[in-house]
Every structure is written in C-alpha cells, then in structure tokens.
C-alpha cells in the first residue's frame, strides 16, 4: 500500500469547488485516497514546471530563491 513511513503533516484548506474537483480526479484515476490524489497531483505539478526531488541540505539559495547580495 506505498510507502507509510511519511513524518509529515501538511494541512490545507480547500474551497468546495476543489475539494469536488479533487475528488472527481481522484475517481476518474481510481486512486485510493484524497491524499494519494493529492500527493500525485503535486507531484505532477512540480514535474511539469521541472522541479525534481532535492537532496538532503540543500538550501533555498541553491535554487536561486534569495540573493547573494544583503538586502538594503
């Protein structure tokens, strides 16, 4: 059933619309949970705007989200 050693939460709120958008997804793919849906949904998301998984200790500034320079 995957993999259940997951150590993290992540709560999210969700207007109606998308909860009912999730879950028609997640039917027409006969995934077995909301979460599983979510999870590959993300994960599809990140791929296509060509984000791969990190590797452990990598910080933010190796993807270019701060500056090297201090800010004024």
Request: zero cysteines; glycine letters at 6%.
């Amino acid at each position: 059933m995957g993999d259940l050693n997951r150590g993290e939460r992540l709560q999210i709120m969700l207007t109606q619309e998308e909860l009912r958008t999730i879950d028609t997804w997640r039917f027409q793919k006969r995934m077995p949970s909301r979460a599983a849906a979510i999870r590959e949904l993300l994960k599809r998301g990140l791929a296509a705007d060509g984000f791969t998984e990190i590797e452990d200790g990598q910080k933010s500034k190796d993807f270019s989200v701060l500056s090297e320079k201090p800010a004024k």
